[in-house]
């Protein structure tokens, strides 16, 4: 038997198991939704447009959030690299950053910007520009030192340098960094809405929460475990696409 | 310049134009307090004994939530990286929750068992369970194959080989995966503090937060982040001097 396989049918035992519990009263059907109610509590949401929408809504405030720290973080790196010196003294710090809990700072964020777009855009900005900033230097200072003394016997000009050579090898660890920034970004995104009971899907499931719907409830984490998943899975294919053999 | 001093003079600048934002009335009334107002709510913030109550209760479920979901997540790690057919069926969907905002599992938590201290502990658990399953599950698949077919040759017991040649084989790994823990049971913790409580330091966040006490605000948070940052480059220590 093939693991994938294995892992269906798991899932399966798994929901069936549930499904028995519930029905006989074991648990209780205010706690866990029956597997089986779930189609129909996913058409409700779907209907009532707690689905696309949702996902759309947090999708752009992702990609917006990591595309804003990469007009920011991917200079930020370079610059880091180019000046030694900048980067000694400031890469300890943003790895600091990268392991601080930095999205405890979003009452901070609410206070500045209110409960809107801008603070959920901007909890996943910060998320996102920490790795890219990390990655970008990285990349470049694996650039073999090989390539850039070729480029310079051809007498190339420091931009030139840049874009033919440093940049161009640069490119699959400066993507590595978009790659973890948007996911970082698009987590805390998530986890943001729940908070603040704003935007796309993290608001479904609080809102579903105290609406008291437990089908649509799980419904609605479910598919943020599969939205997360999705993106995960679709940007490692891409990074591995990507990378030259 | 040298990189010390280039951190100090950053340093300067960044309070300097915070204390010049603060005075300037540019924003609104309160929003970037005076460092000197941060500070003062800092210290002040020592001489209360409610700040020690919310911090007991914070430790307590980051403490025990990590123990638990630290404990699960090297056993079930373990069983995955020395199991390969277990593993590959589990790994889809270990990576899957695991990618996905903890926080958002609260809701079900706290059906489960309640709002009080217990959801954040539960919740603390889970945030710390998968990078500790997911990174120890890796530590045992790179074990040196030497090491395990030597036990297997010395026909050691199932109990055995974990405890004499993966355990000792598996220390740095287990270090790493206890500092990733801490780090996601902290915002777990928190979070769900923050969300809905009625004790702890995210409670106390969210209580200076509702009543506009800014400058407290700021207080709590540094605080949260000194304790967090601090303890994090203390295991990161610990790690390296393996």
């Known amino acids: 038997m093939k693991p994938a396989l294995a892992g269906v049918l798991g899932v399966f035992s798994l929901a069936l198991i ?60 370079y610059w880091l690299w180019r000046k ?27 206070v500045l910007f209110g409960r809107g777009y801008a603070t959920t855009v901007f909890v996943g900005f910060i998320a996102a520009v920490i790795p890219i900033v990390l990655k970008t230097r990285e990349a470049f200072l694996g650039v073999p030192k090989v390539l850039l003394d070729v480029g310079r016997s051809f007498k190339l000009s420091g931009a030139a340098l840049l ?49 008291f719907e437990i089908p649509g409830m799980y419904v609605a984490i479910l598919l943020i475990v599969l939205v997360s998943w999705t993106f995960l899975a679709a940007l490692s294919r891409l990074e591995t696409w990507l990378r030259p053999r | 310049m040298a990189a010390a001093q280039i951190r100090i003079a950053t340093l300067v600048v960044i309070l300097a134009a915070w204390e010049l934002v603060a005075r300037s009335g540019l924003l609104y009334q309160d929003v970037v307090p005076s460092l000197f107002e941060i500070g003062t709510a800092f210290f002040q913030m020592f001489f209360d004994k409610e700040t020690y109550w919310h911090f007991g209760v914070t430790a307590w479920e980051v403490g025990a939530g990590l123990a638990i979901g630290y404990v699960l997540g090297v056993a079930f790690g373990f069983v995955a990286g020395t199991r390969r057919f277990f593993g590959a069926t589990v790994a ?61 040759s010395l026909r050691l017991s199932r109990w055995q080989m974990a405890t004499r040649i993966y355990l000792p084989a598996l220390r740095p790994s287990l270090v790493t995966s206890l500092r990733l823990g801490f780090g996601l049971a902290v915002v777990g913790v928190l979070l769900a503090e923050i969300k809905l409580s009625s004790a702890g330091l995210g409670f106390l966040a969210n209580e200076h937060y509702s009543h506009y006490r800014v400058a407290d605000l700021y207080a709590v948070l540094l605080l949260i982040f000194i304790i967090a940052v601090g303890l994090n480059g203390l295991m990161g220590r610990f790690a390296e001097r393996r």
Do not use: C, H
């Open chain 2, 92 to 152: 889809p969907y270990v990576d899957g929750i695991a990618t996905a905002p903890k926080i958002v599992f609260l809701p079900i938590v706290m059906l489960l068992v309640g709002t009080g201290i217990a959801s954040k502990l539960a919740l603390g658990a889970l945030s710390a369970f998968f990078p500790v399953a997911i990174n120890t599950a890796a530590g045992v698949r790179q074990v040196n194959p030497v090491l395990v077919r030597v036990g297997r």
């Open chain 1, 163 to 211: 874009r033919r050579v440093a940049f161009p090898a640069a490119v699959p660890g400066i993507f590595t960094g978009l790659r973890l920034g948007l996911i970082y970004a698009l987590v805390n995104i998530i986890g943001m809405e729940f908070l603040i009971d704003f935007g796309g899907l993290g608001r479904i499931v609080s809102e579903m929460y105290f609406r």
């Open chain 1, 18 to 77: 549930i499904e028995l519990a519930v029905q006989a009263g074991w648990v209780s059907s205010l706690v866990v939704a029956r597997p089986s109610a779930l189609p129909a509590a996913f058409m409700r949401l779907w209907s009532e447009g707690f689905v696309a929408g949702p996902v759309g809504i947090t999708l752009a405030q992702a990609f917006a959030a990591t595309g804003a720290a990469a007009a920011l973080g991917i200079p930020w790196g």
């Open chain 1, 84 to 110: 030694p010196v900048l980067g000694e003294a400031y890469t300890p710090w943003i790895g600091a950053a990268f392991a601080a809990p930095t999205v405890l700072l979003f009452p901070l964020f609410l």
